[in-house]
Every structure is written in C-alpha cells, then in structure tokens.
C-alpha cells in the first residue's frame, strides 16, 4: 500500500485527507439525490459535480490540513510525551465530532436556504444567544448529539493506531524539511485551485452549491462578505454610470440639483405637505407567498387580515426585496440604497450617517424612533438605527409586557403593544411638542421556530409551521390596526407594512426571483385612497413613496422612487427590480434581467412578473449596462462618503414640514 511506504507522520496526514474527501464525496452524493427529487432535468450537471468535487474537496482538505501537517513535524518531541500524546488523540476525535457535526448542520441549513453554509450561517455564527437557542427551539437535539458522537467514534477507532505511530515516531534527517516542503506545493496548487479552478458546472445555482463542500462555502463567505467591485465586476466609465443612474431615478417632478452632483435631485409634490405620523412595520420574511390574494398556492388562508385590509389602502403588489436577509431589507427601506456586492452597508464600517428616512423626517419636524422585538446587538441593528437618525431605539430590554418570547424576541403582538404605549406618548393629544411621529418596528415572530400564544388562530403552534407562524403575524398585525383604531392618532396616521424579504430561497436559478416577492401597503383610510397598483418596484422605493403621499417637497440622493409616478408623464424612470444574492447582483425591468457575477460572465434571463422562475436568455445590453451602473454607482458613492450628507439642512429651505405648508396637528 502506498501509505505504507510513506513516513508515518505524513502518511497519516495523508490519509486523513483521504476520509475527508470521501465524507464529502457521500454527503454530495445525498444531496444529488435530495436536488435531483426536485429537479430532475438537473441529474445529468450533478453528476458532473463529482469529479469537480474531489477537485474542490482535496483542494480544501489541504488547506484545512497543513496546520496540522506543520504541527506535527514542528512539535514531533513533545507528542511522543505520555501527555501529548493523549491531547493528539482527543484532538484527533475533536476534529472528527467537528467534521460529523458539520455535515449534518449543512443538511438543516439546505432545507431552509436550498445552499451550503454561507454568508448567513457565517453571520449566524457571530450571535449565538438567538441562533442555539432557535436551534433549540425548532428541533429536538437529545438524539442528535448522541449519534454525532457515535459517528465521531466509528471514524476514530480505526485511525487510532496510525495516529499512535505517526506521534511515536522518530523522525528522518530532513524528513520534516522534505514533507513541509511538499505541504507547502500542495497548498499553491490548492489555492489556485479554490480560486481560479473550474469549480462551477452550468448556470443551475443548486447544481452549483452541490459540486463545492460546506468548509469551501462557509470560508468564502467569511473572506468576501466585503467584497470589492473593480475587477471582480465589469465597470462602465464613472461619468457614464453616474448618468445612468440619474435617468433610472428621475421622474416628471423632478429636477437634478446641479450644484450638488450625484443624484441629488429636488423632488417636487405639487401638492399640500400632510404632517401625519408614520407607523412602519417591517414584517420579517412576509413574502407574497404567504398572500392569499397574491402568491399564496397552498389552499389554506395565511394572510386574511393584510388582505382585508390591502381592500381599504394603496396596495402594491408588484414589489421586491433587494435581498434575503432583514439587514438588507433595512438598508433599501431606510435608506432607500440598492444592494452593492458582498453584506449590507448596515454590517459595514462606514455606514454611519447615510441619507436615510429618519434623517429626511428629523428634519422636516418629526420624533423618530424605532422597535425592535429581538436584541438590538444582532446583526448590528440597533447601532445602525442610531447611525442613520433615529432619535429612539427600543429592542426587548425596552419591552415592559413580554407575555410570551422566543430566542429571537417578543411576540408580535407584545411589540405592538408596545408601540402603542410609545405612539401614546409621542402623539397623543397630552403631547406638547406637536411633532408628527415616525415609528418604525421590526417583528419576529414569523421565523424559525414558528411558534405563537396559543389561542389567537385557530392554528396550532406545537406544529411549528411557517405558514401557521406567518398566519400568527398576519392576525397579530390586523389586531393591532383594530387596537389603535381607539386612540386619537389613529386618524391622522400612516400605516406601512411590507415584508423585508421572503420567506426562503428555492430553486436552481442563480437569482430565484419568486422568493423575493413581498407586499408593500399603505393604510390610511382618512387620506389615503383605496386602490391595487401593480407598478414594479422594489422596497427601496418605499421611502420616496411615502413621502410622496404626505405631499413633501425635499432634496434627496435616494436611489428609490415614487411608485405611483412610474412610467407616467414625462418619467424617465421605469418599474426595475435590483436584487443580490450570494454575491450575484439583478437589474431586471419587468422583462429583461442581466444578473452580474463576480469574476465570470454576466448571465441574461427574462422575467415574468409574478411567482415564476427567470427563464435564461441571451445577455440583454440595456439591462446589463444599467445593471453594471447602478452597482457601480452605488459602490463608490459608499466608500466616497458621497451618501453621507442629510444630516443638516433637509428640507431645502430650511423650514420643517408643518412650515412648509402642513397644517399644525
């Protein structure tokens, strides 16, 4: 055998490497199948991914696996210690239990994100307190762990020996010398492998998840979260760009402001400013999915209130998220920023002080604040609030009636509560401040483990399913709309709830378009007409909306629009759709797509609006230039702080909103 001919140190490291390319090998194979049951036409790429996976496997067991080739040459006396000997072992069934456990994590995280562990699951790592604690909840781990260590021990048993050899013994003159120096070949030809090598099989996103192993995807995500535009995506002349973009945003109210470049650009309502607070709730992963009007196929109702509702205000129902995590919902619908490649600005150093919502309402007279249900640290939100101008941020810590928690937060009628207690102080009629109020809330209850107060809905919250949870959500909005109807506010308030993304992501398209869909209303019944609008737009167009609605004249850089002025007039701007996912960027306009990819070929799809997959095509220009602008724009108006600069004077003139034209509440 040819591991027998080798030093006993190296050979086991070479063997090691053996089991972990086999392992991974058997875990692809499982989920050829798993894909395979859903995607049949995709069986002839998956087998594809075998070979490029023990290409993509060996590459990364060797990079995983030189620490401890150089451990054991660089320490060979001290494990022939009794001592050391032992830790050798217990390391050795450490990295093994490791290894178990992580094959298997990967198998929840695919059937809740169709994906290997990536940038959510290396984000999820940073906040243990809600991610092992919704673990917990969601599933019952007594019999996992018993069998992890089982499985641990199987592969132990019979390394045991070899390990005992290769930590007993002695060394060849220059055998440690010669075998780093191998170590380090196969690490160059590794690296070049994990970065340059043909790791992809076709445009099938699956297909692709599929061909790489877990370790591969989890360290991509935690190197590239940041990830830089120039070279990695085709760019256009700045200037080109910039103009590009500046024709995406304009509308026939507005006018570039010349004197301040970039978008800046004044937005006129043509109309009386209407001073009315702002309740904006963020529904997390309320998808059009779980709309019984809109997306929703199963047979069931989910979403009676919202629907009931959606009757009596201005319901869009035609918008998108920009991407499929809350962070990003937040950047889009507070700050009215598109997705540039890599984390939401809201995780990035340097988002403080962004144009936003908050800053624009601050001044134009209003209190702003902010609630969220779960613990403001996660994902940095509750800094982020602070960053872009809420004067208040609330999370749990803040939440006097807890009645009834998760690892994630409060239920959601609990936050409601909540905020009626906070719009009581703010704008009721003791308030002598007279200011307007803007509140936004993020929910939580809609989430993994999917459980609720008994006795709400007449579905059962020991089933844990998402859509009794989003059911749960839906009752606990429509209840709160009832409760407020009784407080002096409530007429001369706008009520906003969109979901921040959806629910999950399926299929093999490498940007799955349905899961992206989310309901945007408007609830006002007093100013607001009732009406169904089927305009394309996405949630970073709530911003200008709104402030369309309240009849505000302002400055602004934002990169949203006023969906009501779509394609209308004199408008230069049509309904687009800008979405990211896993490092990919979207601009589609209702018809056509062009997805960019980082290093590789633009991909071309065409769209239809609605539930359905993109349907790939040849690459359209016009769609990949704007795509290419927008991003492109949006990333260097970031690192140039060019975005920066609304925390002054907002309105233009100088006035708030109530002395520009609104009358005092």
Same mark, same amino acid.
């Given at each position: ?43 002839? &790429? ?6 490029? !996976?023990?290409?993509? @496997? ?167 979260? @940041? ?45 009386? &400013? ?12 309320? !998808?059009?999915? *779980? ?73 134009? !007279? ?28 609330? @999370?749990?810590? @803040? ?72 059911? *749960? ?42 899961? *992206? ?149």
């Amino acid at each position: 055998m040819l591991l027998s001919r080798l030093p006993p140190r190296f050979g086991f490291w070479i063997l090691c490497l053996l089991v972990f390319v086999i392992i991974q090998t058997l875990d692809r194979i499982a989920l050829m199948g798993w894909v395979s049951a859903t995607h049949a036409d995709s069986f002839p &790429a998956l087998l594809l991914t075998l070979p490029i !996976g023990l290409v993509d @496997d060996a590459a990364m067991g060797v990079v995983l696996g030189l620490p401890f080739l150089a451990g054991m040459y660089l320490f060979a006396s001290l494990w022939r210690r009794p001592a050391f000997a032992v830790a050798g072992h217990v390391l050795l069934y450490a990295m093994l239990f490791l290894l178990v456990f992580i094959e298997v994590a990967q198998f929840v995280f695919w059937n809740e994100f169709d994906s290997r562990p990536n940038g959510i699951a290396y984000y999820y790592l940073i906040f243990p307190h809600e991610v092992v604690g919704n673990i917990r909840e969601s599933f019952d781990l007594r019999p996992v762990f018993p069998l992890i260590a089982l499985a641990a021990a199987a592969l132990y048993w019979p390394l045991r020996h070899r390990l005992s050899a290769a930590l007993g013994a002695e060394s060849l003159p220059g055998e440690g010398r010669h075998a780093l120096k191998h170590g380090a070949g196969y690490l160059a030809v590794a690296l070049v492998l994990l970065n340059f090598g043909p790791l992809k099989v076709g445009d099938a996103r699956a297909v692709n998840e599929v061909a790489i192993n877990a370790q591969h995807s989890l360290f991509r995500a935690a190197l590239t979260n @940041d990830a830089e535009y120039a070279g990695l995506y085709p760019s256009l002349p700045a200037e080109e760009a910039m103009d590009m973009t500046r024709a995406m945003v304009a509308q026939d109210n507005t006018r570039p402001l010349a004197g301040k470049g970039g978008l800046w650009r004044r937005v006129e309502s043509g109309e009386t &400013a209407k001073p009315l607070n702002v309740v904006l709730v963020l529904q997390e992963s309320f !998808g059009s999915v *779980y709309v019984d009007d809109l997306d929703n196929k199963t047979g069931e109702s989910i979403s009676p209130a919202l629907t009931a509702l959606g009757k009596e205000g201005l319901f869009f129902t035609n918008v998108y998220a920009t991407g499929t995590r809350t962070v990003r919902g937040l950047e889009a619908i507070l700050t009215s920023f598109p997705p540039i490649p890599g984390i939401s600005t809201s995780r990035r150093s340097g988002s403080e002080g962004m144009n936003s919502l908050p800053f624009l309402l601050n001044g134009l !007279g209003y209190e702003t604040g902010f609630i969220y249900g779960g613990r403001g640290i996660f994902d940095n939100m509750g800094a982020y609030w602070e960053s872009i101008g809420f004067n208040h941020v609330w @999370d749990i810590g @803040d939440i006097e009636d807890q009645g009834f928690t998760t690892s994630w937060g409060v239920a959601d009628e609990y936050l409601f509560t909540e905020a009626l207690k906070r719009m009581d102080a703010y704008a009721g009629e003791e308030e002598t401040q007279n200011k307007p109020v803007f509140l936004g809330l993020l929910t939580v209850s809609n989430h993994r483990p999917y459980t609720y107060p008994e006795g709400r809905i007449d579905k059962d919250p020991a089933a844990k399913r998402r859509q009794n949870a989003a059911t *749960y959500a839906d009752w606990a909005f429509g209840d709160f709309i009832a409760r407020a109807r009784g407080h002096s506010w409530f007429d001369d308030t706008v009520f906003i709830f969109v979901g921040d993304h959806g629910p999950r992501i399926y299929g093999a398209a490498q940007v799955p378009v349905p899961s *992206y869909r989310v309901p945007l209303l408007f609830y006002a019944p007093k100013h607001i007409t009732s009406e169904r609008n089927t305009a394309l737009g996405t949630i970073m167009d709530l911003g200008p909306t709104l402030l369309g609605l309240l009849g505000v004249s302002y400055d602004s850089p934002f990169f949203g629009v006023d969906l009501r002025r779509v394609g209308e007039g004199e408008s230069e701007s049509e309904g687009r759709v800008v979405m990211s996912h896993n490092y990919k960027i979207a601009y589609g306009d209702g018809k056509d797509v062009a997805v960019l990819v980082p290093s590789g070929k633009p991909r071309g799809y065409t769209m239809e609006i609605g539930p359905d997959d993109l349907a790939p095509a040849a690459v359209d220009p016009a769609a990949l230039n704007k795509a290419i602008a927008i991003t492109q724009t949006a990333h260097a108006m970031f690192y140039g702080r060019r975005y920066h600069d609304l925390a002054g004077d907002i309105s233009g003139d100088g006035m708030s909103l109530v002395e520009a034209g609104g009358d005092s509440k």
